[in-house]
């Protein structure tokens, strides 16, 4: 069995042994205010840095993915490579609001909030605070000890096609209505050239530009990122709104007009082109649906412990 079929195996039996562990009401005499306090910190920060948001979730989808939900992707590189260094992850950002978080926390109650619950309350937070839907976090993660940059290639690329999105989201026990719901956090952030790339230049041996996307959106993407000569950093905002977490992001898939390959392959099948549709023209049924993929995701978990520090094992 090769390593990724190895760890695939291993997140499949993670989702089925450990996922119904997580409870509601954890922290409920150990640290009641922990939820608040981490509210606070990521409001805090939102207010100094509009990308925060964005930041955080896209952090706690990389962690869920990898082994589970258990704030490995927080691990710095010590003997080996860490997850936070694979090239997936290289763009990642905003640790600091979870230190932060951590260290307010261990104040109160030490010892007894893992990185891996607080990570989960951010990124609620952080779709909150960006004028999202809110729910109720499971809670009682427990934060690994392995991270590894060479397991990021397990993290569904935004060049993937509708039959390996599908596959991805499936061995972590996710649907087709998980992936089109999750999906839609792309809503929020900013992508760099090398994401959608392959969209606008050598698409393929009879096109330069992927015909799907549209014209006018591809010669502004053509402009930004050009072959030669780019500036450091240059990309994209998700969406006009990418601060704002709304159902856009369905309607530009449906003009044609999203920036990944992964965003325009949930038109290449009939049930996720109907959710598309669905969020598209439904606010609220998006947010629906968000919120309970979310729960799904982030209860899938494997930690061991609960860390002292966010970033080092104990």
Request: hydrophobic letters at 35%; glycine letters at 4%; one cysteine or more.
């Amino acid at each position: 069995m090769s390593s990724s079929s190895a760890l695939i195996l291993f997140i499949s039996l993670l989702i089925f042994s450990q996922g119904n562990a997580l409870s509601s009401n954890y922290y409920e005499n150990t640290c009641p205010e922990v939820e608040d306090i981490v509210t606070q910190v990521v409001t805090e920060a939102t207010k100094k840095d509009k990308t925060v948001p964005a930041a955080l979730l896209r952090m706690h989808f990389h962690d869920c993915f990898i082994r589970g939900c258990d704030a490995s992707v927080l691990l710095n590189s010590k003997k080996n490579t860490a997850e936070k260094d694979g090239p997936p992850n290289v763009s990642l950002h905003a640790f600091f609001v979870i230190d932060n978080a951590k260290k307010a926390i261990e104040a109160r109650c030490p010892g007894i909030v893992s990185c891996a619950d607080i990570l989960a309350f951010a990124a609620r937070d952080s779709v909150v605070v960006s004028g999202g839907p809110s729910w109720d976090v499971p809670k009682g993660r427990k934060d690994g000890r392995t991270s590894k940059a060479s397991e990021t290639i397990l993290l569904p690329a935004p060049t993937f096609n509708i039959n390996r999105l599908q596959q991805s989201f499936s061995q972590r026990g996710l649907s087709l209505e998980d992936l089109v719901a999750l999906s839609g956090g792309h809503t929020l952030g900013f992508s760099h050239c090398s994401s959608f790339n392959n969209r606008i230049h050598n698409f393929n041996t009879t096109h330069d530009v992927d015909p799907t996307l549209h014209p006018t959106l591809a010669a502004t993407l053509k402009s930004i990122c050009p072959l030669k000569n780019r500036a450091k950093n240059a990309g994209s905002p998700m969406d006009p709104s990418s601060t704002t977490f709304d159902n856009t992001y369905y309607k530009l898939i449906l003009q044609n007009k999203s920036l990944f390959s992964s965003d325009q392959a949930l038109l290449s099948n009939p049930k996720t082109k109907s959710l598309v549709t669905d969020f598209a023209s439904s606010k609220d049924a998006f947010f629906k649906a968000f919120a309970n993929s979310m729960i799904k995701m982030s209860s899938i978990n494997g930690g061991q412990e609960v860390r002292r520090d966010c970033r080092v094992a104990n």
